[in-house]
């Protein structure tokens, strides 16, 4: 699979294609569920398959501070959509450019002339162009107008509502971490590479691997039983996700102590997959009841891990 920047990066073997655009954020079930209908199409129509999608998100780009949690970056994303058959994901810098293009331009600059589009799958609540004024309609005109089939996704359901990003984040700030893997198809997990810390667990007794997190707005915060895929290997720990207010901490940070591991992992890029929310982040009075507190953290992840063997 492609990861391709921009459209000036777009190589020719790709354009004919049949192709899906969308934020894609954590794709879950419903998105591979797309993904799969539109590989069974390009397979038809003996085209390359992709994924457009675009950073920052649209949301994001228009409500800034205010957009909500984001379930992974696009590395992440990209990894995720290597687990399928999809030939390429196409990335768009969303800009006011883009954002002020109007719908016609958009399918006739891109979708056409461009990607060439052969197929194209989008939700039939799908809005796109200047003032959000294209959808779905408007690209089925565009279809029969330049000679390309449009369709529109089956909504995907577990437990009687509609799969989303938004249902999933809802279900991490909660603390149902197994509902939000039930509609990811997996644990949540956040990827990243092993940085150095100030290594202040050290010295309490609890070294740590800390992850730097490329987003302010996390979906959830905390401590949890967590798993850390370490290349072919996999270790148990507990992890902190906060600011760490008991050292006036500033900046959201992902901490993870493993059990029984002691490996130089520093610029290693590894997964933190969450399994079990242990208790929200509070503030302690000292070190001293800091470090009693991660003691029992550890122990009700243990026992977690043990119930779960």
Do not use: W
Not at 145 to 157: L, M, N, R, S
Request: charged share 25%; with cysteine.
């Amino acid at each position: 699979m492609h990861l391709i920047r921009g459209l000036q990066n777009l190589h020719p073997q790709f354009k004919g294609c049949a192709l899906t655009i969308g934020n894609f954020d954590g794709v879950h079930l419903g998105h591979q569920a797309i993904i799969q209908h539109l590989q069974t199409k390009a397979e038809t129509l003996h085209c390359p398959a992709g994924v457009m999608s675009f950073e920052p998100l649209p949301h994001e780009y228009f409500t800034h501070e205010q957009s909500s949690a984001r379930l992974n970056r696009l590395r992440e994303k990209f990894l995720a959509l290597q687990s399928t058959r999809t030939d390429f994901l196409l990335c768009l810098k969303f800009n006011q450019q883009l954002a002020e293009m109007p719908a016609d331009k958009f399918i006739e600059d891109i979708l056409v002339k461009q990607l060439q589009v052969k197929y194209l799958l989008v939700g039939d609540d799908f809005r796109f162009g200047k003032g959000r004024a294209g959808d779905f309609k408007t690209l089925k005109q565009a279809g029969e107008k330049y000679g390309f089939e449009v369709e529109d996704t089956a909504t995907q359901i577990h437990h009687h509502e509609r799969i989303s990003s938004t249902r999933i984040r809802d279900a991490l700030n909660i603390g149902q971490l197994q509902l939000a893997a039930e509609m990811l198809g997996h644990p949540y997990n956040i990827c990243g590479r092993v940085a150095h810390g100030d290594k202040r667990g050290r010295t309490i007794g609890f070294p740590t691997a800390n992850l730097k997190l490329f987003h302010r707005n996390i979906p959830l915060s905390g401590v949890y039983a967590v798993t850390m895929e370490i290349a072919e290997q996999t270790v148990n720990g507990v992890a902190n996700i906060g600011n760490r207010p008991t050292i006036d901490g500033i900046n959201v940070q992902l901490e993870v102590h493993l059990f029984d591991f002691s490996d130089d992992i520093y610029g290693r890029h590894v997964c933190v997959n969450f399994k079990h929310k242990i208790r929200e982040e509070i503030k302690f009075d000292s070190l001293d009841a800091l470090q009693s507190q991660i003691h029992k953290d550890c122990d009700r992840a243990q026992e977690y891990f043990n119930q779960t063997d």
